[in-house]
């Protein structure tokens, strides 16, 4: 009998999990899961984090900051008025008002739909039906005072990702493929990535490790390189 003084909570193990790297645990393989399996198709390759073959469900793990999973959920900042009203200065009479996190916007998880589903895709052409598609996504930043500010009260999210047409998949990752090859022939630059596939190019400035070889990459850490 295991006392409940021993029990743990996973929200409260999450970065440990981290720590004793969670993928490689995930290359143990059962009758009714497959783990860390590379899949490709005619168009590109991949390597999916985990399907579950008995409830035909698909997951990918990710390591965001709580500015990401904010988006993810649809979860945006509203003003509520505190019931007070400013009593000097240039806003002398009109009420006060604090920032809210609601779960109440659009979700924003265009790169990470389109990953699961192309993944979802080639499972598929293979014999592996997939009715549920879901992100396991750790937060970085979890249990900061950032991340509670911005209604991320959890150290860990599963995140249901929508089912997308084949088409529009296929059509987006053959699109990034030709300008690849196309690149690679004439050896020149292909067009800079669009606003959301650069996260409005804060991707630019902190994480993309092909900023060097993109105008875009090299006008926004021109100044950090100087």
Same mark, same amino acid.
């Given at each position: 009998?295991?006392?409940?003084?021993?029990?743990?909570?996973?929200?409260?193990?999450?970065?440990?999990?981290?720590?004793?790297?969670?993928?490689?645990?995930?290359?143990?393989?059962?009758?009714?899961?497959?783990?860390?399996?590379?899949?490709?198709?005619?168009?590109?390759?991949?390597?999916?984090?985990?399907?579950?073959?008995?409830?035909?469900?698909?997951?990918?793990?990710?390591?965001?900051?709580?500015?990401?999973?904010?988006?993810?959920?649809?979860?945006?900042?509203?003003?509520?008025?505190?019931?007070?009203?400013?009593?000097?200065? *240039?806003? =002398? %009479?009109?009420? /006060?008002?604090?920032?809210? !996190?609601?779960? #109440?916007?659009?979700?924003?998880? @265009?790169?990470?739909?389109?990953?699961?589903?192309?993944?979802?895709?080639?499972?598929?052409?293979?014999?592996?039906?997939?009715?549920?598609?879901?992100?396991?996504?750790?937060?970085?930043?979890?249990?900061?005072?950032?991340?509670?500010?911005?209604?991320?009260?959890?150290?860990?999210?599963?995140?249901?990702?929508?089912?997308?047409?084949?088409? *529009?998949? =296929? %059509?987006?990752? /053959?699109?990034?493929?030709? !300008?690849?090859? #196309?690149?690679?022939?004439?050896? @020149?630059?292909?067009?800079?990535?669009?606003?959301?596939?650069?996260?409005?190019?804060?991707?630019?400035?902190?994480?993309?490790?092909?900023?060097?070889?993109?105008?875009?990459?090299?006008?926004?850490?021109?100044?950090?390189?100087?």
């Amino acid at each position: 009998i295991i006392s409940d003084d021993l029990s743990l909570d996973p929200q409260d193990r999450m970065f440990s999990l981290l720590g004793t790297k969670v993928h490689g645990a995930l290359e143990q393989h059962t009758d009714n899961m497959l783990a860390e399996e590379r899949i490709s198709d005619e168009i590109s390759s991949g390597q999916m984090d985990c399907y579950d073959a008995e409830s035909m469900t698909l997951y990918d793990y990710k390591t965001a900051g709580s500015y990401k999973i904010m988006q993810a959920l649809g979860i945006v900042m509203v003003d509520v008025p505190t019931g007070e009203i400013y009593k000097t200065g *240039e806003k =002398k %009479g009109q009420p /006060k008002t604090r920032k809210e !996190a609601q779960f #109440t916007g659009q979700p924003d998880m @265009t790169e990470w739909e389109l990953q699961l589903n192309d993944y979802r895709i080639k499972l598929e052409s293979q014999g592996f039906p997939v009715k549920d598609m879901y992100i396991e996504a750790i937060v970085r930043d979890g249990g900061t005072i950032a991340a509670r500010s911005r209604g991320i009260m959890q150290n860990a999210y599963l995140i249901p990702i929508r089912r997308m047409p084949d088409e *529009e998949v =296929k %059509g987006y990752f /053959k699109a990034k493929a030709d !300008a690849l090859q #196309t690149a690679l022939a004439t050896e @020149t630059i292909p067009d800079p990535c669009s606003d959301d596939e650069c996260w409005n190019r804060r991707k630019c400035k902190a994480y993309c490790t092909a900023w060097e070889y993109c105008d875009i990459g090299l006008m926004e850490r021109g100044s950090d390189e100087e």
